[in-house]
């Protein structure tokens, strides 16, 4: 068996879905949507969002992982602030860490994360090679719940400065959360997949989180036609 096959099978796709050699027509939008501005988190935030803004990468990891901004910082081991190539062209941004990731201090390392590298090595990415890997929230969520508005409002400046340091040359959004709080505004993913965004200049797509994807299983087969648009939509830029 390929090492493509093994992959696809491993998605729960082969032998339905093959990715081609060389692109189909790309059916990238000709416009993309431009997502508003980020808001501010509230009022007194405004003066720790300029300071994230201004920090290095060194500053902004212990930044995060000193953080006390929002209620998130009292049952998590450590925080997780991403991981990967600080120059990358990709950058995927989940929810949150699960117990896996707060115990290890980096995102995606449990099942959710093996499914994300086995979708990564389907269009030829691997982990930390051109790729950066990042949550919306930075501390876990207990009992995996989803972050609350407030959480991720508070975690925003963390993530914005990471996508303003990598300036990837795309983002994808793994599930509504990080949809959502990129986008600042409400997202169905059914709605979203297959469309393309603009994040101050960055194009975004986004694709269901690979803990939803292991939980409904035929949506993979969606999932892998997200993978597709996302290498036709870099094969452009
Ligand atoms: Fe700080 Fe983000 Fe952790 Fe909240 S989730 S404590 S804002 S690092």
Known sequence: MSRRAGI????????????????????VPESAEVAPEPASAGAGTDDRAAA?????????????KQCSACGLCRARKQAVP??????????????GPG??????????????????????AAID??????VYIANAVKCRPPNNRTP???????????????IGLIRPKLVVALGRPAAQTLLQSEVKISAARGRLFDYQGIPLVVTYHPAYLLRNLPDK?????????MRRTMGKL
Request: charged share 30%.
């Open 8 to 27: 696809l099978r491993e998605l729960g796709l082969g032998p339905l879905w093959r990715l081609r050699d060389r692109p189909a027509a790309a059916v």
């Open 52 to 64: 994230i803004a201004r920090m290095d990468w060194s500053g902004l990891i212990d930044a995060v």
């Open 82 to 95: 991403g991981v990967g190539d600080p120059q990358a062209d990709w950058l995927f941004v989940g929810e």
């Open 99 to 120: 117990a896996e990731e707060d115990e290890r201090g980096e995102p995606f390392v449990g099942q959710a994360g093996k499914l994300l590298d086995a979708m990564l």
């Open 125 to 130: 990415l691997r982990r930390g090679e051109k």
């Open 148 to 162: 609350e508005a407030g959480e991720t409002a508070a975690c925003w400046p963390f993530l914005a400065r990471q």
């Open 221 to 229: 087969a969606k999932a892998w036609e997200d993978l597709c648009f």
